[in-house]
């Protein structure tokens, strides 16, 4: 008994003497994410897990991410290679509606212009002197697109993972907040109290379920490196058009992704180490996925300003907004915003179909940008 109680207070005192401050910095911060997704609602499906596969990592000598670990298993199961945040985008494929961009094809205007800061962010990243592989993946975080911004870092910046997709899901989450300041401030009252009509026009089911597959193949020719991320998204969004597989539907939005975000969660959080995490690197990463991200919405409400002055006033600029990728919680800020300075103002609708576009779009800048550093000879 008395070698047992010696065993275990040795035992105490090597996982506390191996403890290093960033590990405490570190399980402070997974319980902030638990807070925040728990208290606050804000994405608790992916904060959860990372939060608490965060406060896991830092506990000294359990080894949960050294080889054969529990969370390194999980992580090289579908972080590794790429697997988790495909069958996310076939989930997310299921779930999206398609059909308010078919029937406002100017909304995949404001989809692409919501990407700028995608691409102002990676020139200012390559300045500051970041790789071509890690400039890219933390602009990708403008596009406020969790599963996008996993891939390209599995992929091509591992290192970058854990601050990358926090800051993406982080960001995705306060969009309600970061958005509404930037809207008002880009936009007279005249312009926010504009109301759109609603057109009746229907899309053909022919057309609904002939766009994903439009889509996949001109976009992977236009960049084959994406392909894996359109083609996924793509492949969810046919098989619920065609209605043939409604199980199959069913599962990829709800079974299969509800189960591949526990496990990517915890994986990502698996990635947050404080001895790697805690350093000035990743505040510059978390102030440059910030500032993608702002400058996306600020292109997106731009081109939206353009738009109203082009149609005499019959477009709301805010819906610009909507363009980035945070589908479908940036359309209901825009429907929110839109309310408040007119009650007769429906946006919703309008705001869905830039969204939409925004997630296409985002997936298109990602493929852009690889397919470029493919030809480049960086990856």
């Not at 962010?121 to 071509?132: C, D, K, M, R, V």
């Not at 601050?163 to 309600?176: D, F, K, R, W």
């Not at 690197?281 to 991200?293: D, H, K, P, R």
């Not at 005499?312 to 945070?326: E, H, T, Y």
Request: hydrophobic share 55%; net charge neutral.
């Amino acid at each position: 008994m008395a070698e047992a109680i010696l065993s275990g207070l040795a035992g105490l005192i090597a996982g506390v003497s191996a403890l290093h401050w960033s590990h405490l910095v570190m399980i402070a911060i997974g319980g902030i994410l638990l807070y925040l997704g728990i208290k606050k609602d804000f994405e608790p499906l992916l904060l959860v897990p990372i939060g608490f596969g965060c406060i896991l990592v830092n506990i000294p000598l359990a080894g949960l991410m050294e080889e054969e670990g529990f969370l390194r298993v999980i992580y090289n199961m579908g972080i590794l290679n790429e697997l988790f945040p495909l069958l996310i985008f076939v989930g997310i494929g299921a779930m999206t509606d398609f059909r308010p961009v078919l029937e406002n094809p100017y909304t995949f205007l404001l989809g692409a212009a919501g990407q700028f800061g995608i691409f102002l962010t990676l020139i200012i990243a390559l300045a500051l002197g970041f790789p071509y592989n890690e400039a890219v993946t933390i602009g990708i975080i403008g596009a406020c697109d969790g599963p996008t911004v996993i891939y390209v870092a599995s992929k091509y910046a591992k290192e970058l993972l854990g601050p990358c997709s926090v800051a993406a899901y982080s960001y995705m989450s306060l969009v309600p907040l970061l958005q509404p300041p930037i809207m008002r401030m880009l936009t007279t009252k005249k312009e926010r109290e504009t109301i759109m009509k609603t057109h009746q026009k229907t899309v053909s089911d022919t057309t609904a379920l002939l766009f994903p597959v439009v889509i996949t193949v001109v976009g992977g020719l236009i960049a084959p490196m994406g392909l894996p991320l359109l083609a996924t998204i793509m492949l969810g969004n046919f098989m619920k058009e065609s209605g043939a597989v409604a199980r199959l539907t069913k599962a990829s939005e709800n079974e299969i992704a509800n189960i591949v975000t526990l496990f990517l969660g915890l994986a990502i959080g698996g990635t947050m180490n404080g001895e790697v995490f805690v350093k000035p690197q990743t505040l510059l990463i978390l102030g440059l996925g910030l500032l993608a991200i702002c400058l996306d919405t600020v292109f997106g409400v731009l081109f939206g300003k353009v738009l109203y002055y082009v149609t005499g006033g019959k477009v709301n600029p805010l819906i610009g907004a909507a363009g980035i990728s945070a589908f479908p919680m940036s359309a209901r800020v825009v429907q929110k915003e839109g309310q408040k300075w007119n009650k007769k103002s429906y946006l919703l609708m309008h705001a869905m179909g830039a969204n939409a576009g925004g997630q296409v779009g985002s997936v298109m800048a990602a493929a852009v940008m690889l397919s470029v550093l493919k030809a480049m000879g960086v990856i």
